[in-house]
């Protein structure tokens, strides 16, 4: 059994950062992929960024993170991160990061980290 547990959310002044951290356990499969996705109050979650174990990892991201956000990952660890810069007050939302196995097709998930961005 997978488990994944998300770290570093918290409170933040617009402009400011915050580096959130993703640790899994339960495989040492590099054929995964470690994805974010973020819920805010009375929104759908949506997806933010991905990245595979594997060669360079495939990276992708929303459109509207693209630029501030940047997702890394470490296979000797089993973890992964994102640091997220020039925050604003919309990227408010708990974030979660997901777990997939590629050979299983079964997401894992996190219980999710709040992040807000408030004066």
């Known amino acids: 059994q997978v488990q994944v547990v998300e770290s570093g959310g918290g409170l933040v002044q617009p402009g400011g950062s915050l580096r959130l951290s993703c640790e899994y356990s339960g495989s040492s499969s590099r054929a995964y992929r ?7 109050p ?6 933010v960024a991905s990245v595979f174990g594997d060669g360079d990892g495939n990276i992708n991201y929303v459109d509207s993170v693209r630029g501030r956000f940047t997702i890394s990952r470490d296979n000797a660890k089993n973890t992964g991160n994102l640091q997220m810069n020039a925050l604003k007050p919309e990227d408010t939302a708990v974030y979660y990061c997901s777990v997939r196995i590629l050979a299983t097709h079964i997401d894992y998930w996190g219980k999710g980290t709040l992040v807000t961005v408030s004066s």
């Open 34 to 40: 470690m994805a974010w996705y973020r819920q805010a």
């Open 42 to 47: 009375g929104n759908e979650r949506e997806f």
